[in-house]
């Protein structure tokens, strides 16, 4: 074979390659988004009741001595304080979004409305009286 040739073959191999990589990249994003999907509440509930009830007849409860029972213990507190750290990252992500939604908003207002009031470029000043508890502040101050 000429070189010509041999390094058409290969250029073809490499498309072929890349070709297969993406299609299994995309099948692999598929895959688990469908697994993600498929682990309703209902499911996993019967998983774990399905599991639960084989590894009560696999391992019968006269062989949970104390310290199967502070390791079953720490193994549940652990999954909770993992459950527990999850929901809250997902609630402080919401609010740094919500929050960043705000600012963004802000500073399209701020960029709207004029910095000097048209009011404030007044001479006349108007004098209020100060409210109960003011007055009360003031009297105890002195």
Known sequence: MRFEKLLQHVQRAEQRVELRATHAQLQWVTLKQAW?????????????????????????????NGARWMQMFTAVSSFLATAQAAAAAETAEQAADTAQEAQEQADMQADEEPLVDEAFDEDEIVVTAPRPAEAATELSER
């Open 36 to 64: 993600r999907e498929g682990w309703t509440p209902g499911r996993i509930v019967i998983a774990g009741l399905v599991s639960g009830f084989l590894a009560g007849r696999a391992e019968p409860l006269r062989a949970m």
